[in-house]
Nanobody, 127 residues
Framework: QVQLVESGGGLVQAGGSLRLSCVVS?????????MGWFRQAPGKEREFISFIRWYDNSTYYADPVKGRFTISRDNAKLSVYLQMNSLKPEDTAVYYC???????????????????WGQGTQVTVSS
């Protein structure tokens, strides 16, 4: 059974930084799975943040976080990370990591593409 466990959330002042981690277990060949980060604020739909492809580690970001957030992965540690800098109050949300099916190459900015999700970690940015 696949498990994704996020950590690293917390309370931070505007302008600060946090680094989220997501450890994956239960999947062999982790390097062949695209990984993504999403977030959901109260009363809002789940929102795409970023993904990292499996075959070349190339990345893609949603406009609201471009230039501030960085996604990365360490295949040896079965982990994906989200470095968040210059945080704003509007970044407050529950952040989720997700794994897409093996070798998926399209649709990675869409939540329905992903078949495994973590439980989420709360990020709160105070003004």
């Amino acid at each position: 059974q696949v498990q994704l466990v996020e950590s690293g959330g917390g309370l931070v002042q505007a302008g600060g930084s946090l680094r989220l981690s997501c450890v994956v277990s239960g999947r062999t060949s982790f390097s062949t799975y695209p990984m993504g980060w999403f977030r959901q604020a109260p009363g809002k739909e789940r929102e795409f943040i970023s993904f990292i492809r499996w075959y070349d580690n190339s990345t893609y970001y949603a406009d609201p976080v471009k230039g501030r957030f960085t996604i990365s992965r360490d295949n040896a540690k079965l982990s994906v990370y989200l470095q968040m800098n210059s945080l704003k109050p509007e970044d407050t949300a529950v952040y989720y990591c997700a794994a897409a099916p093996r070798f998926t190459a399209v649709g990675l900015a869409t939540s329905s593409t992903y078949d495994s999700w973590g439980q989420g970690t709360q990020v709160t940015v105070s003004s």
